[in-house]
């Protein structure tokens, strides 16, 4: 039942989504701001005619890109550790007691706050042109966010250290104190192992999920409306999930 839940809750998180990026967007475009750098990456996959030089050198351009607005993320996540606010609709997702692909969704509030947080910010410094990169690296890079909240115990072996996979998030999910504060990158590594709050689990450890004041949303009105309502389960947990929630990341 968890399952096809969390997938209707997935499906509306994306629709919702969709929406609200579509319109801004098209009113950002309409506003004209230019970035104040503009990075040109073609020339790593214009370097060569060999097919498998041109793959590699798109997918080190996508890597910077990714590694840029990465960054924003990683901040805005520990915000959302860190801050009361941010955390009354995070919650909806640590909630989660079952991690599966389906079940993977945030609160679509959340997707909309990435708008302030790391959208505009990355798109007044920044703007790309890579150039070519292969259609199959970009199918698994945005398919990348389910399969870190996937249950398969599927290991990445050395190429976790640059992509999270999901026994890495999972760590972020965990409901033990040693994980607490931990792993907040989702398409890289990088700024959690920078910034010292990279975790990596050994081939055993699958801890359990979820957050002991605040259940999993059972029906769809739960899960749009809740974090919108001040309770007190949500903005004062107790115990563990205070740790989780109010602690500054990494303190």
Known sequence: MSHIRGAVFCVANIVITKVSLTLFYRLWEEIGIRPVFHIDLRFLSEFSDVWLLKAFGGIVASLIVLQASEFFYYWFHRLQHSNRFFWRFHAEHHSLEEM?????????????????FLIIPVSLLFSFEQGYVPWIWVFLVRWQGYFEHSSTRLHLGWVRYLFPDNRFHRIHHSVERQHFNRNFGSGSAIWDILFGTAYYPKADEWPDVGLPNVREPQNFKEFLFRPFRSRKIQLHPTS????????????
């Open 100 to 116: 599966s692909a389906f079940n993977s969704n945030h609160h679509f509030s959340e997707e909309i706050f990435r708008i302030p």
């Open 240 to 251: 563990t999930a205070e740790e989780i929630s109010f602690n500054p990341a990494g303190e």
